[in-house]
């Protein structure tokens, strides 16, 4: 792997640079599909590529992910203990 500085992620990544800039596992980055580009045997997939990616995810409401209401709380608590 080239040294470079931490603070700007190279144009181009390998796969398992590729996969950590996204925070995904390398099988999770080949199953996307990505185009990749060519030099020599390397297989490089493009910084913006991968930044579209992640902006297309959609968001999670807190009421999808489990986050709930402070009175639906409050109302469980009174339920369990009186």
Do not use: H, W
């Amino acid at each position: 792997m080239v040294e470079r500085p931490t603070s700007t992620p190279a144009r181009l990544m390998g796969e398992a640079d590729a996969a950590a800039y996204l925070g995904i596992s390398p099988t999770t980055l080949r199953r996307q599909g990505f185009n990749r580009r060519k030099l020599g045997a390397l297989r490089l997939y493009e910084r913006a590529d991968l930044d579209q990616f992640a902006d297309s995810l959609e968001f999670e409401s807190p009421k999808e992910g489990g986050a709930r209401e402070e009175s639906e709380t409050c109302d469980d608590a009174k339920k369990a203990f009186g």
